[in-house]
């Protein structure tokens, strides 16, 4: 059965998702996506003009996606704690999908190089991310203000990208692990 104009940027994007993910946006190649799902490179192109194209929907699509999981987390976990472990395990998945970075981080990594486009997009993700963590901190401590908890929120994506990128750089997801234990004793995490 043929696929769909949607089912093929559909796969279009899933492969293009995977491929950044480990090997950054500047390795990314329309002639190898083509390749990988089995079309001509010029039908990239039909779905994704330019390269800065792809880039906005991987980047629009992973803060969406990575937003509505984060809403379905705060409304059905019990505390904090557990809002905290599905948050970490987040980050440990793309570890052990490949030894996978998280594609904000990846492509913030690459941000100098990165059409102006992808860039404002990419920036949505932590500002999402940050604000979500503010949320479940405010209901692990009603009493810290705004903005201390935005500024402990921002401590707490950094310190879980960081360290997925340490045992990303170690190949050793145990490493993410340790670090994630030792967030939680040092009280950063509840």
Request: net charge neutral; with cysteine.
């Amino acid at each position: 059965m043929a696929k769909t104009k949607a089912d093929m940027r559909e796969a279009l994007l899933a492969t293009a998702r995977a491929s950044v993910q480990a090997r950054g946006y500047n390795a990314l190649s329309f002639r190898d996506l083509a390749k990988e799902v089995g079309i001509k490179s010029a039908s990239v192109h039909y779905h994704f003009p330019t390269k800065g194209d792809l880039g906005v929907a991987l980047a629009g699509r992973y803060t969406e996606e990575g937003a509505a999981y984060l809403d379905e987390v705060l409304a059905t976990a019990p505390d904090p704690h557990t809002c905290f472990d599905r948050y970490s395990a987040i980050f440990r998945a793309a570890l052990a999908n490949g030894n996978r970075m998280c594609l904000s981080g990846i492509m913030s990594a690459e941000l100098d190089d990165l059409p102006e486009e992808v860039k404002s997009e990419i920036d949505r993700f932590p500002r999402m991310n940050i604000a979500w963590i503010a949320r479940v901190l405010a209901t692990a401590d009603a009493s810290a203000g705004e903005a201390e908890r935005s500024e402990r929120a921002m401590a707490i994506y950094a310190a879980i990208a960081g360290a997925q990128l340490i045992a990303r750089g170690r190949n050793d997801i145990s490493v993410y692990d340790r670090a994630i234990a030792a967030y939680r004793v040092s009280g950063l995490i509840p």
